[in-house]
């Protein structure tokens, strides 16, 4: 047992360290020396206080949408829509940031609220037609992706302003930024919201590991059958995953709308937070402590590859292929189990 | 003497048990080798040792007379050994023929696979050993005994010398195992090989030449069918008497627990299967149900605890309508349910143990309150019952995965058996069951009984049914055609009212 958990606590980081080992290969024969590549992607993520700042404001929002495919999954749903849910949380964010008027202790909490309510209503709709008719969640949330997409650009040109792409930003009173932060940070525009990413990890962890309901999700996730036999409520139990799953995408959302941008702007495409997402669940094993690090990880290296093209004139995409190889890595663990397992074989 | 495989001093561990200890099986060619042990003693470990699934921690396999290296279930089948296992692992969707050939598909010059070549060839092998298996028939649209002769053939077609059977007969009707008794015994005539696991002392008395008896992991012996009897082998297994025969006082029923009216009920093909039954089980009393396979008793079961819908009739616990209430809600009124299909329904496979127990009582104090789980009631609860009930496993925090196939069932007992409901059903309880455990097993539901509770069982085995039962029912065509008591009949009679025909003198009126 305790090796087995050694093992799936292993394979995402030697899926790192191959995936960063095949990326200073492709490196190499493309004619860029690795060393100087890497260096500059450090610096890039980690290289002083701002750039710091900015890997952790990076973090926060995949944390979220890691958190909220990481549940899904864990009810044996995925939700392929967090890229919709989050667009819905972010505009429902501003909306309140905008017109509603408050002291601080009401107005933040609410814009909080509407993001996340407005995420769990986006996936109600995929959670409700799987439950009912059984119409397959990930043609739904895909779906759903394209009307929160379209849907965003129209409110905000037409309701939230009169034709302009950008909202006005909203009032302080709703927002995430911390002046704090941002002073020890260099003026990054790193927020108070990772600390509203990591609760969340808490309240998954809590919900999935301590709780009668998340008891339910996991039994619906491993067997259908034998949890209709205990009498458990199948379909309502894939509504609530599905909405509880929106919620903590709907709140990534709000970290980009309250705690980043303060802001929303008319989009031209997906803005990938959602997908990404995925990524991060995968490479987390769908365990909420370790989908923080692997956001981190994330956030790192989309941070770092900012610095790439200028500090060693590697194109970005490099790190869009890196992260492409861990993915691919992660994928095939089942390789890695089977040499890991060799391995040990060996030293006996 | 010649043998052609030879397992010595096998030893194999698992994190926190030794599931082999030091165990040797010779196998003659031409013969058919039982292995025998109480639940839990190693037998599946010991032949996925051989399949090469698993590798010995000690000890050595001759093949033949030469040492061999087991290292994956391909190296098994190059050296011509192949397993039925309990679980067949076939592929619904395809054909016979596409599963038997899948991974070693016969192919044309062209590179493209010769689908002809292969059903002739799955043909021929049917023919030789008697199989009658339609090879262009698809898995999802065939019983599960033709089921298994599939995986049969899977092994036949890659050359198997020698084939393992693991408990082949318990997932098998009383029809299909005399069936399958003539297919082991043609494989032998044909000079194959056979290792026979299963709990069934009667077939290893009709079929098998030699015994191996293990007991907890330890190998007891060997010993030459002709020169044994159940009584002894059932003692060399359990290292205790047996007693076959269950004791019980005569029953005292009082009210009806259970009454079913005139009920219909479809089938997953929305074709009734269960067509204007009548039953009624009192307090006290054991009702067996004794019938065919698919004359609607799995239908029966699963309308009764709400995991299907019935069509029309109505079902009655403690003259309370149930009829086509959630399952939660039958539960809680008062209805124990052993599965059939322990894997599909009574177990969450990737769950602990604990974490099963409480399947149907999580939600409750004290295991858990305003809905936060309490682990440590759980597990405590779980440590009472996998010691009355002596489900063999290394701790509760194990997952059910990785238990015996006969601790399993013995963990769904007890959970079920432990709540005490009004109404237990219990749907071929002993199934995959040591005769020890099913000793064990009888006495549970007659306490039960005895505690007032109304007993519903479900089985093929015409020996629990005549043993155990106070009542008989017996199911035809979606009917209970006829009532009979278990003092006043035998398994001809029984045979033939499962078959449809009429035996004067009983009927409705016995027991009503
Ligand atoms: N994969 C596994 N991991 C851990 N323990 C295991 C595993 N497989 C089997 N065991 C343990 O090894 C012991 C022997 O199990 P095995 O399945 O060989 O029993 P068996 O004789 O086939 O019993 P049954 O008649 O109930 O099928 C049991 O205690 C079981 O819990
Ligand atoms: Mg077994």
């Given at each position: 047992m305790a090796n087995k958990r050694l093992i799936t606590f292993l394979i995402p980081i030697i899926s790192v360290i191959l995936g960063l080992i095949a990326g200073a290969i492709i490196m190499l024969v493309s004619g860029y020396n690795p060393i100087v590549g890497y260096t500059a992607l450090w610096n890039g993520a980690f290289g002083d206080s701002y750039t710091i700042g900015e890997t952790v404001r990076r973090t926060t929002p995949y944390i979220l949408t890691g958190l909220s495919i990481a549940f899904a999954f864990r009810s044996g749903?995925?939700?392929?829509g967090a890229e919709g849910q989050v667009i819905v949380g972010w505009l429902a964010a501003i909306w309140v940031g905008l017109a509603v008027d408050a002291p601080m202790i009401i107005h933040l909490p609410l814009a909080i609220l509407a993001s996340v309510a407005a995420g769990a209503l986006w996936s109600f709709v995929p959670g409700i037609l799987k439950a009912k008719?059984?119409?397959h969640e990930v043609i739904v949330t895909i779906m759903m992706n394209y009307i929160a997409l379209f849907s965003a650009n129209e409110i905000i040109r037409s309701v939230l302003t009169d034709g302009a792409t950008t909202t006005e930003p909203i009032s302080a009173t709703a927002s995430l930024a911390s002046p704090w932060l941002q002073s020890i940070t260099f003026y990054s525009r790193m927020h108070y919201g990772i600390l509203i990413a990591l609760f969340a990890a808490v309240i998954m962890w809590f919900i999935i590991e301590r709780t009668t309901l998340g008891y339910e999700l996991k039994a619906v996730g491993y067997n259908k059958h034998a949890s209709k036999y205990a009498g458990m409520n199948v379909s309502k139990n894939i509504v609530l995953t599905m909405v509880i799953s929106g919620g903590f995408a709907g709140l990534a959302g709000a970290m980009e709308g309250l705690g980043t941008y303060g802001t929303i702007s008319v989009m031209s495409g997906n803005i990938n937070i959602g997908f990404d997402g995925i990524a991060v669940a995968l490479l987390g094993a769908n365990n909420p402590f370790a989908v923080v690090f692997a956001a981190f990880l994330f956030g790192a290296l989309k941070e770092g590859a900012g610095e790439m093209p200028t500090g060693a004139g590697v194109p970005t995409e490099l790190v869009d292929i890196i992260i492409a190889l861990i993915i691919f890595f992660v994928a095939s663990s089942y390789i890695i189990r089977w040499a890991l397992l060799r391995f040990k074989k060996g030293e006996k | 003497m010649e043998y052609v495989i030879e397992m010595l001093n096998i030893r194999k561990e698992f994190p926190g048990i030794i599931a082999n200890d030091n165990i040797t099986i010779q196998l003659k060619k031409g013969e058919i080798h039982a292995l025998l042990g109480e639940n839990g003693a190693g037998k599946s470990t010991l032949m996925n040792v051989l399949f090469g699934l698993y590798q010995p921690e000690k000890g050595e396999i001759r093949v033949n007379g030469k040492k061999e290296n087991i290292t994956s279930p391909n190296k098994a089948n190059d050296l011509g050994i192949g397993m039925v296992h309990q679980h067949f692992m076939l592929v619904e969707s395809f054909t016979v023929t596409q599963n038997i050939v899948l991974g070693k598909e016969p192919r044309k010059k062209t590179g493209t696979i010769d689908i002809d070549k292969a059903r002739k060839e799955i043909q021929e092998l049917s023919d030789r050993y008697g199989?009658?298996?339609?090879?262009?028939?698809?898995i999802s649209d065939i019983s599960v005994g033709m089921q298994q002769r599939v995986e049969i053939l899977k092994t036949l077609y890659r050359g198997a010398e020698v084939l393992i059977f693991d408990e082949p007969t318990a997932v098998l009707t009383p029809q299909e195992i005399k069936e399958l008794i003539e297919i082991l015994k043609s494989l032998t005539r044909e000079g194959k090989s056979i290792i026979l696991i299963t709990h069934k002392l009667k077939e290893i008395m009709e079929v098998c030449d030699t015994c191996t008896i293990i007991r907890k992991g330890k190998g007891i012996g060997t010993v030459k069918v002709a020169e044994t009897n159940p009584i002894e082998l059932a003692s060399l297994m359990v290292g205790r008497e047996v007693n076959f025969k269950t004791e019980k006082k005569v029953a005292e029923p009082k009210e009806n627990v259970l009454e079913i009216e005139n009920l219909y009920v479809k089938d997953s093909r929305k074709?009734?299967?269960?067509?204007?039954l009548d039953l009624n089980i009192r307090a006290g009393e054991i009702v067996g149900i004794a019938g065919v396979d698919g004359n609607g008793q799995s239908e029966l079961i699963e309308s009764i605890t709400g995991l299907r819908k019935a069509r029309s009739g109505v079902i009655k616990l403690n003259n309370k309508d149930i009829t086509n209430l959630s399952p939660r809600k039958i539960t809680e009124s008062g209805v124990g349910h052993i599965p059939e299909d322990r894997h599909r329904f009574g177990l969450?496979?990737?769950?602990?143990i604990g974490e099963n127990i409480v399947l149907q009582t999580y939600y409750k104090k004290p295991y858990s309150k305003v809905k936060i789980l309490n682990y440590k009631e759980i597990f405590n609860k779980a440590e009472q019952l996998i010691k009355e009930y002596d489900v063999r496993t290394p701790s509760v925090y194990t997952k059910a995965r990785a238990l015996s196939g006969g601790n399993q069932q013995k963990a769904i007992i007890g959970r079920e058996v432990d709540r005490s409901p009004d109404l237990l059903i219990a749907a071929?309880?002993?199934?995959?069951?040591?005769v020890g455990a099913i000793e064990f097993i009888h006495k549970k539901l007659i306490e039960e009984r005895d505690k007032g509770k109304a007993v519903l069982l479900v089985s093929f085995e015409l020996d629990e049914i005549l043993n155990v039962s106070d009542r008989i029912a017996v199911m035809f065509d979606g009917k209970v055609v006829a009532i009979v008591n278990p003092e006043e009949t035998n398994e001809q009679e029984l045979g033939m009212l499962m078959a449809g025909s009429k035996v004067n003198g009983m009927g409705e009126a016995n027991g009503k």
């Amino acid at each position: 047992m305790a090796n087995k958990r050694l093992i799936t606590f292993l394979i995402p980081i030697i899926s790192v360290i191959l995936g960063l080992i095949a990326g200073a290969i492709i490196m190499l024969v493309s004619g860029y020396n690795p060393i100087v590549g890497y260096t500059a992607l450090w610096n890039g993520a980690f290289g002083d206080s701002y750039t710091i700042g900015e890997t952790v404001r990076r973090t926060t929002p995949y944390i979220l949408t890691g958190l909220s495919i990481a549940f899904a999954f864990r009810s044996g749903l995925f939700n392929i829509g967090a890229e919709g849910q989050v667009i819905v949380g972010w505009l429902a964010a501003i909306w309140v940031g905008l017109a509603v008027d408050a002291p601080m202790i009401i107005h933040l909490p609410l814009a909080i609220l509407a993001s996340v309510a407005a995420g769990a209503l986006w996936s109600f709709v995929p959670g409700i037609l799987k439950a009912k008719l059984g119409v397959h969640e990930v043609i739904v949330t895909i779906m759903m992706n394209y009307i929160a997409l379209f849907s965003a650009n129209e409110i905000i040109r037409s309701v939230l302003t009169d034709g302009a792409t950008t909202t006005e930003p909203i009032s302080a009173t709703a927002s995430l930024a911390s002046p704090w932060l941002q002073s020890i940070t260099f003026y990054s525009r790193m927020h108070y919201g990772i600390l509203i990413a990591l609760f969340a990890a808490v309240i998954m962890w809590f919900i999935i590991e301590r709780t009668t309901l998340g008891y339910e999700l996991k039994a619906v996730g491993y067997n259908k059958h034998a949890s209709k036999y205990a009498g458990m409520n199948v379909s309502k139990n894939i509504v609530l995953t599905m909405v509880i799953s929106g919620g903590f995408a709907g709140l990534a959302g709000a970290m980009e709308g309250l705690g980043t941008y303060g802001t929303i702007s008319v989009m031209s495409g997906n803005i990938n937070i959602g997908f990404d997402g995925i990524a991060v669940a995968l490479l987390g094993a769908n365990n909420p402590f370790a989908v923080v690090f692997a956001a981190f990880l994330f956030g790192a290296l989309k941070e770092g590859a900012g610095e790439m093209p200028t500090g060693a004139g590697v194109p970005t995409e490099l790190v869009d292929i890196i992260i492409a190889l861990i993915i691919f890595f992660v994928a095939s663990s089942y390789i890695i189990r089977w040499a890991l397992l060799r391995f040990k074989k060996g030293e006996k | 003497m010649e043998y052609v495989i030879e397992m010595l001093n096998i030893r194999k561990e698992f994190p926190g048990i030794i599931a082999n200890d030091n165990i040797t099986i010779q196998l003659k060619k031409g013969e058919i080798h039982a292995l025998l042990g109480e639940n839990g003693a190693g037998k599946s470990t010991l032949m996925n040792v051989l399949f090469g699934l698993y590798q010995p921690e000690k000890g050595e396999i001759r093949v033949n007379g030469k040492k061999e290296n087991i290292t994956s279930p391909n190296k098994a089948n190059d050296l011509g050994i192949g397993m039925v296992h309990q679980h067949f692992m076939l592929v619904e969707s395809f054909t016979v023929t596409q599963n038997i050939v899948l991974g070693k598909e016969p192919r044309k010059k062209t590179g493209t696979i010769d689908i002809d070549k292969a059903r002739k060839e799955i043909q021929e092998l049917s023919d030789r050993y008697g199989l009658r298996v339609d090879p262009d028939a698809k898995i999802s649209d065939i019983s599960v005994g033709m089921q298994q002769r599939v995986e049969i053939l899977k092994t036949l077609y890659r050359g198997a010398e020698v084939l393992i059977f693991d408990e082949p007969t318990a997932v098998l009707t009383p029809q299909e195992i005399k069936e399958l008794i003539e297919i082991l015994k043609s494989l032998t005539r044909e000079g194959k090989s056979i290792i026979l696991i299963t709990h069934k002392l009667k077939e290893i008395m009709e079929v098998c030449d030699t015994c191996t008896i293990i007991r907890k992991g330890k190998g007891i012996g060997t010993v030459k069918v002709a020169e044994t009897n159940p009584i002894e082998l059932a003692s060399l297994m359990v290292g205790r008497e047996v007693n076959f025969k269950t004791e019980k006082k005569v029953a005292e029923p009082k009210e009806n627990v259970l009454e079913i009216e005139n009920l219909y009920v479809k089938d997953s093909r929305k074709v009734d299967l269960v067509k204007g039954l009548d039953l009624n089980i009192r307090a006290g009393e054991i009702v067996g149900i004794a019938g065919v396979d698919g004359n609607g008793q799995s239908e029966l079961i699963e309308s009764i605890t709400g995991l299907r819908k019935a069509r029309s009739g109505v079902i009655k616990l403690n003259n309370k309508d149930i009829t086509n209430l959630s399952p939660r809600k039958i539960t809680e009124s008062g209805v124990g349910h052993i599965p059939e299909d322990r894997h599909r329904f009574g177990l969450v496979l990737d769950y602990s143990i604990g974490e099963n127990i409480v399947l149907q009582t999580y939600y409750k104090k004290p295991y858990s309150k305003v809905k936060i789980l309490n682990y440590k009631e759980i597990f405590n609860k779980a440590e009472q019952l996998i010691k009355e009930y002596d489900v063999r496993t290394p701790s509760v925090y194990t997952k059910a995965r990785a238990l015996s196939g006969g601790n399993q069932q013995k963990a769904i007992i007890g959970r079920e058996v432990d709540r005490s409901p009004d109404l237990l059903i219990a749907a071929q309880p002993t199934r995959g069951l040591d005769v020890g455990a099913i000793e064990f097993i009888h006495k549970k539901l007659i306490e039960e009984r005895d505690k007032g509770k109304a007993v519903l069982l479900v089985s093929f085995e015409l020996d629990e049914i005549l043993n155990v039962s106070d009542r008989i029912a017996v199911m035809f065509d979606g009917k209970v055609v006829a009532i009979v008591n278990p003092e006043e009949t035998n398994e001809q009679e029984l045979g033939m009212l499962m078959a449809g025909s009429k035996v004067n003198g009983m009927g409705e009126a016995n027991g009503k």
